[in-house]
DNA sequence: GCCTTGAAGTTACCG
DNA sequence: ACCGGTAACTTCAAGGCG
């Protein structure tokens, strides 16, 4: 017989010595099923002097309990050139690590490669399969379902089914949303000693449940349980990998429970990255995809959601984590905090509708599971493709290798000309790097004579074409003819934001090429490369410059690989100049009405045609800044620019002070976020922010390396660093009132009205009478 | 011992 | 845990002065 089915996650297992492949799969009827496959052998490659020689020694390390089954000699190819390596191929997937060590040892074995490749993720690259993608195969129904409702035995080939390759790959699959609270005293929870006491489920279907009882024991059973029930393919939480997993089976462990929400009953496993992963489900942290949104700078669930107009603010009930406890206490309160928990369990569904799409595209074209693409860094889906275009052509996949960082000079920033400039076109180049590494053919396997990179000199051979232009014209030419897909559908249709997720997905991964380059622990690493990238780059947006001067069109500002010039109908010769004499593509990204500079590079606000205010690296879009100072720049920046109305601006910079000095100001709109980037004891210098860190954890809070850390600046004599509180653990009396003028609004606001003629005294709010006296 | 000043340490931004 | 370039803040330590 034949089934269809979609792949969503591969594992294998021993029966008796040899590895079955078990591919978790939903079925063209809507049953979700184990696709075995069985007589996939793992094997790695040795690179040696005298292949014959060594291969006797290889066999000769044969062990019984894994067998090495054959030893041959194969072509191969390693960074572009042909290479006759030895094929190992042995039963045990776990004994391809210990052979490796071996082997190494032996006398005249220059490498060995392709060790480091788990099997599973072997088997995929191997046959080409990948998650989220639907295939057809003949099979035979077996016994054993594996927790799914049917298994199959691989007998034959398996083919991609073309004919569903633009269907939605999230449609008819079970997600369910969830979410934990634990009591506490205040302090972060300890599994020994604090229970949960909620946990909230919402599923895909639109099923809501609130789970509660005084007794945990009940309560994580019963979880497992509704897991087991609605046995969903996702389950997604939000930031359940550092949080709600390892709470739940640590406090499993206390209770003498088993957490069993596999498809098996099975517990979530802890694996590498602080990732878990649930067998037979996904396991999705929405937190790692929280980290792309660069505008939202503390990433609670809240935030997020609010953001993302997922559950806005105002809509929601919201508590702060130390308030769990005293809701649980008082039975009063505990219908707000069942309301509380409800709409973070709904938060967490809305942020998975937003999310997974991209993340499913971008699992069929890293070729990665979804819960492993979601966690993982674009440098990572990127290797995982390139191992794949590696397997295709032949080419060995090198070692990931220890070496020590060598910088490199990257792209030009001009000095911009202070001041407000109207009528500013911004051309960008597209896809710069990219591009220049198709033309020039740069790439780890193409050093030699041909192209030479400007100012370091590294060359790269005409022809033929190497790995990186290879993969990088098949992402274009890829992504070209699904933009062009979507011309002719409508825009906002369901075909049309999957296709535009998978343009999207494929752009990550052409432009995250470069960096992945310079990247030291890169398998396909090149610092040259890189180099040579970035001074291209420089070359061209020198010329690119230079032209402009001569078209007679001034220069305001340039970034890498941006400039801002004066528009004028010159600028559609200097665009045409650029794509016909430099073969490079640039646009004009758009025309700002006006537009401000101070001395500061990488620093501008700007107002476009249809009258929004684009703020770039000013205090206004950091994170590390209050609220208070933030918004009242953004303020001044918007007043300034779309009115020039600079005394309006003043006056409402100097109301603000008066604000804050009568207290009237919330006290959150002075908390300023810092990330904790190491340990508190590896800080060299003494900071605000570890400070707070550091009174929290007296607290019993726990902080690690990335937490971020709110806090108020209290008044007082000493050093700055002496006077930092965890935000919530100040009072308003405690506020030191004049740093937030003086410190916060008042240069932040300068930082713009300095230009205008504005003197910091003009900004001091007038001394109330209580400062009189 | 105190004050000035520049370097060092740190974070988060831009493209 | 993709890159280098950059601004800005606070702390820290060196050097000058008395």
Redesign the pocket.
């Known amino acids: 017989m034949e089934v269809t089915f979609q792949l969503l996650d591969v594992s294998y297992e021993l029966v008796g010595k040899e590895p079955r492949i078990l591919m978790l799969s939903r079925l063209s009827d809507g049953r979700r099923a184990t696709i075995c496959y069985d007589g996939f052998k793992p094997y790695f490659y040795v690179l040696a002097e005298e292949p014959q020689k060594v291969a006797s020694e290889i066999y000769a390390l044969s062990r019984a309990s894994s067998p090495i089954i054959s030893v041959e000699e194969v072509e191969r190819r390693y960074f572009g050139r042909p290479v006759r390596p030895l094929k190992v191929t042995t039963l045990v997937p776990g004994s391809v690590r210990d052979y490796r060590e071996e082997v190494k040892e032996i006398p005249g074995v220059q490498e060995v490669l392709e060790a480091d490749i788990r099997f599973s993720m072997r088997f995929l690259i191997d046959m080409n399969l990948y998650p989220m993608r639907w295939y057809t195969a003949k099979v035979e129904e077996i016994q054993d379902h594996y927790g799914t409702d049917a298994a199959f035995l691989v007998r034959g080939q398996i083919e991609e089914d073309a004919s569903r390759a633009n269907l939605d790959p999230l449609e008819g699959l079970r997600v369910l949303a969830f979410d934990i609270e634990v009591f506490n005293e205040q302090r972060t929870p300890d599994p020994k000693r604090d229970p949960v006491i909620m946990i909230g489920l919402m599923s895909s279907e639109g099923e809501l449940k609130i789970l509660e009882s005084e007794d945990d024991r009940q309560l994580i059973a019963g979880f497992a349980e509704e897991v087991r029930r609605l046995n969903p393919d996702i389950i997604v939480g939000y930031n359940q990998n550092r949080f709600d997993w390892p709470y739940l089976i640590e406090r499993a462990k206390v209770l003498g429970l088993e957490l069993g929400v596999g498809r098996r009953g099975e517990e979530p496993q802890s694996g ?2 602080g990732h878990y992963s649930v067998p037979g489900r996904l396991n999705v942290d929405l937190l790692d995809f929280a980290f792309g949104i ?1 505008e939202v ?1 503390v990433k609670s669930l809240d935030e997020v959601a609010d953001y993302l107009g997922v559950m806005p603010k105002e809509k929601r009930v919201l508590l702060e984590w130390w308030q769990i406890g005293e809701y649980w206490k008082d039975k009063a309160k505990r219908e707000v905090l069942r309301k509380y928990l409800e709409h973070d369990v709904i938060s967490t569904m809305g942020l998975a509708q937003k999310f997974l799409p991209f993340g499913a595209q971008m699992s069929q074209i890293s070729g990665l599971p979804l819960d492993q693409v979601m966690s ?5 889906r ?1 290797e995982w493709r390139l191992m794949r275009e590696a397997f295709k052509r032949g080419e060995l996949v090198p070692n990931r290798v220890e070496r020590g ?9 001009l000095e911009p000309r202070p001041g407000v400039h109207e009528n500013v076109a911004v051309l ?1 180049f597209a896809s ?1 790097y990219p591009s220049i590494m198709v033309k020039y053919n740069v790439g780890p396997d193409t050093r030699g004579e041909g192209y030479t990179a400007p100012e370091v000199g590294h060359s790269f051979r005409r022809e033929p074409p190497g790995f990186f232009k290879e993969v990088l014209e098949r992402f274009l030419r890829w992504r070209r003819e699904i933009r062009r897909a979507m011309e002719g559908l409508q825009k906002g249709s369901p075909e049309y934001r999957l296709l535009d997720e998978r343009q999207k997905a494929i752009k ?1 991964l052409a ?6 380059l ?5 398998r396909w690493y090149c610092r040259e490369c ?1 180099e040579a990238v ?1 001074a291209w780059g420089r070359n061209l947006i020198k010329t690119a410059i230079a032209k402009a001067r001569e078209l007679g069109i001034e220069v305001i500002y340039g ?4 400039l801002f010039v004066r528009n004028s109908e010159r600028v559609a010769q200097l665009v045409a100049f650029v794509e016909k004499e430099l073969g490079f593509d640039i646009k004009v990204d758009k025309v700002y009405r006006k537009v401000f500079f ?7 606000v700007g107002l476009t045609q249809d009258g929004k205010i684009d ?5 206004a ?4 800044w209050s609220e208070l100072a933030k918004e009242a720049q953004a303020a001044v920046a918007e007043l300034v620019l779309k009115t020039g109305r600079v005394e309006e601006a003043v006056e409402y910079v100097k109301e603000m002070g008066r604000k804050v000095k009568e207290g009237k100001v919330s006290i959150d709109k002075l908390v300023i ?6 340990r508190l004891s ?9 400070t707070a860190a550091k009174i929290m954890v007296k607290q019993g809070i726990k902080v690690e390396p ?1 937490t ?1 850390v709110g806090y108020v600046i209290a008044k007082g004599s000493g ?4 006077r930092a509180r965890p935000y919530f653990m100040a009072s308003w009396e405690e506020v030191d009132r004049e ?1 937030y003028v003086e ?1 916060q609004l008042i ?1 932040a606001a300068m ?1 713009i009205l300095g230009y205008f003629g504005v003197k910091e005294s003009q900004l001091l709010p007038r001394r109330t009478l209580k400062d009189f006296f």
């Open positions: 590498a990255y660069g700078k993982a860094s674009t440098g990572y990127l960082e060598e910088s490199y000079e990257g792209a030009i920033v960008d710069m990550i432009n995250a090429s470069y960096g992945y310079g990247w030291p622990s890169a890189a970035t970034d890498t690989d941006s101070t001395e500061a590079k990488k620093r501008y703020v770039a690296g000013f205090e879009v950091r994170g590390d976020w810092k990330t904790i980037t190491r590896e800080y060299k210098a003494e900071q605000a922010h570890v990335g971020k050093p700055l660093y002496t740093y410190k240069p930082r």
